[in-house]
């Protein structure tokens, strides 16, 4: 079957302007979270959905970044006045059940973020 | 919160060798450990994973080994072939939140 998909796969953006990324979890997959990755660094938690939920945003680094999953499916990352500090790779990840261990986590490819 | 360390951060081998890569972690209450194998443009892909109830646990070439007294485990792959060359991250998640803790990742580089 399908597996995580992420659009778009590359975005430049300039300083200043707000982008979005989209996820779109595996089928009936209940818990959604969002990862950033620095180049040659591990994934860093940001934000995690349990379907419409948002339960844990404790890993966005400011307010300038928010997400949404208003249906309990795709969710959205937006980051609003981007500055080049941003630029990394955004991971997806879904999970069929609730976090706690025997919820394997499946990740998307990432969108690759570049600001200028 | 969870620290996560993992050490080599570079490791090179010859087709046919072994491979170790090791993880500690600071959260007692940690109980799950997977490990992902990431390539280059791709996401991180599971290979094997680990919970604090075992001591080990194998899948052909690959090995995984936890030691909760010394809050470390470890990966391990035999009989290493070119196509196992990537960046692989060990994780820790401490079931009292929703998160994964990762390394910083080891590049495994299996020259033929």
């Known amino acids: 079957g399908a597996g995580v998909s992420q659009s778009p796969r590359y975005k430049v953006a300039k300083r200043g302007q707000d982008v979005a990324l989209r996820c779109d979890p595996i089928s009936g997959h209940v818990s959604l979270f969002w990862y950033q990755q620095a180049l040659g660094q591990g994934p860093e938690f940001l934000t995690y959905f349990q379907n419409e939920a948002q339960l844990d945003k404790s890993g966005l680094p400011s307010d300038r970044f928010f997400a949404e999953r208003p249906e309990g499916s795709v969710s959205t990352l937006k980051i609003q006045r981007t500055q080049q500090e941003d630029s990394a790779v955004y991971l997806c990840a879904s999970s069929l059940r609730t976090s706690v261990p025997g919820g394997t986590q499946y990740f998307g490819p990432g969108t690759r973020l570049l600001v200028l | 919160g969870e620290n996560v360390e993992q050490h080599p951060s570079t490791l090179s081998v010859q087709e046919g060798d072994s491979a170790v890569i090791k993880c500690t972690y600071s959260d007692s209450a940690s109980n799950y450990f997977p490990w992902y194998k990431q390539e280059l443009g791709k996401g991180p892909q599971l290979i094997i994973d680990?919970?604090?109830?075992?001591g080990e646990k194998k899948d052909q070439r690959i090995a995984v080994t936890l030691n909760k007294t010394a809050k470390h485990f470890s990966l391990h792959i035999t009989e290493t072939q070119p196509e196992d060359s990537a960046v692989y991250f060990c994780a820790a998640l401490n079931s009292g939140y929703s998160t994964l803790t990762f390394g910083k990742g080891t590049m495994l580089l299996v020259s033929p």
């Open positions: 680990i919970r604090s109830n075992v």
